[in-house]
């Protein structure tokens, strides 16, 4: 009997290598996958590269009472390519909104803010530790204890009930520009239009949490990038350790200002090696915006309404290489199984939707390849 608890449902078979956007299962198939584990392997499966950094010798942990460049190159990078001006590194998602939470509460309690009212959404996933759960809706039905925050959870894409509620009482709006877990939810512009604005008067923190939609997978750096939000803080993980644990919450001046030494720490956060991993895929990452761009308009131009005159499939929600297939019925695993037996690895959710999150490092031949066997499949 395993002694591993598992509590996913895995592939059946075990991974004995991987190269580019395929892995090899001990059946001795290729499978190409289609989800690059769980979203994480931007750069595929032993990218030269990132094994290059890995072989270089490093000194294995240095504390957070050790100053080291690469946390300050790594701030660099990410605050370059994104406007904000600090950056805390964390070691997951999860761990990233947690301190997001809290140094936007410092920030409200700091500058005589009120902490009463929190809004996020419904669909939403924020993670499985307890802060990120009380803002996640997915997983509010778990009985698990939540923070002591009043959380209203609103309908995604709603400008009219976005704006009501915002204005009877808002200490902070946490939100994905386009929701993960959710199923790739993408609201219209005059959502984020609307969101925006009201920031800008009213005065609120906003946090969004680019850990599925951000790090080149829409073809900017950050999906949030084109819909004009100006968020006071911004949390990324999943893909920037290049496989290793790493998250970073980026803020914007005012809420720094407001944060203290000791209000928050981590010992392994932007540790070296997931540090040094990092700055390559931040390089690589930019490189392959322009790729990803032109992806997206070959789906949009041609293989999303191919896939939508399938009479199986409801809907289909697109950007860049963000991709969910609402299915008519509820045969989603089914789907996923058979595509595994034809050498695809794909994701399915609430067993109407496929998921993909391919490494952004996909040809065009592949995307299409792998577009031309689901549609087939389904
Ligand atoms: C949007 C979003 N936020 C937070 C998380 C949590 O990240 P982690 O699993 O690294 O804790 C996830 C994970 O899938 C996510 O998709």
């Not at 904000?84 to 909104?97: L, M, R």
């Not at 931040?282 to 070959?298: A, C, P, T, Y």
């Amino acid at each position: 009997m395993s002694k591993f608890l598992q509590l996913f449902h895995p592939f059946p078979l075990k991974v004995i290598d991987g190269k580019g956007i395929f892995l090899t299962l001990e059946d001795g198939k290729e499978y190409m996958d289609l989800f690059s584990g769980l979203g994480v392997n931007l750069l595929g499966y032993n990218h030269p590269a990132l094994l290059a950094a890995l072989s270089e010798p490093f000194p294995m942990h240095l504390s957070a009472l050790l100053e080291h460049p690469l946390k300050e190159e790594v701030a660099g990078d990410l605050t370059r390519l994104t406007g904000f001006d600090k950056v805390f590194f964390s070691n997951s998602g999860t761990e990233a909104i947690e301190g997001a939470i809290k140094f936007i509460w410092k920030w409200l309690e700091r500058t005589g803010k009120s902490t009463e009212r929190v809004i996020a959404f419904r669909d939403s996933f924020h993670g499985r530790t307890l802060g990120s759960m009380t803002l996640t809706d997915l997983l509010s039905h778990q009985g698990f204890p939540k923070l002591d925050i009043k959380t209203v959870f609103l309908p995604f894409g709603d400008p009219d009930i976005l704006t009501k509620e915002i204005e009877q009482s808002c200490s902070f709006v946490i939100i994905e520009p386009i929701q993960g877990a959710g199923g790739v939810r993408i609201a219209e512009p005059k959502f984020y239009k609307i969101l925006s604005i009201l920031h800008r008067e009213l005065g609120f923190g906003l946090i969004v949490d680019e850990i599925q939609s951000g790090l080149g997978r829409t073809g900017y750096f950050l999906s949030s990038q084109p819909l004009g939000l100006n968020p006071d803080i911004v949390t990324i993980a999943k893909g920037l350790g290049g496989g290793l644990p790493l998250g970073a919450i980026l803020l914007k001046e005012r809420i720094a200002n407001a944060i203290k030494p000791g209000d928050h720490g981590t010992t392994m956060g932007g540790n070296y090696l997931s540090l040094r991993l990092s700055k390559v895929v931040i390089k690589k990452i930019k490189e392959l915006l322009e790729h990803v761009k032109n992806l997206d308009k070959l789906l949009k131009d041609i293989h999303i309404p191919e896939l939508l005159t399938n009479p199986e499939i409801k809907n289909v929600r697109q950007e860049g290489l963000f991709i969910a297939i609402e299915l008519r019925k509820d045969n989603a695993d089914d789907i996923k199984e058979i595509l595994f037996e034809k050498g695809y690895l794909v994701n399915s959710i609430r067993k109407k939707i496929i998921r993909l999150l391919p490494p952004l490092i996909i040809s065009i031949e592949e995307l299409e390849d792998a577009v031309n066997a689901l549609n087939e499949v389904i």
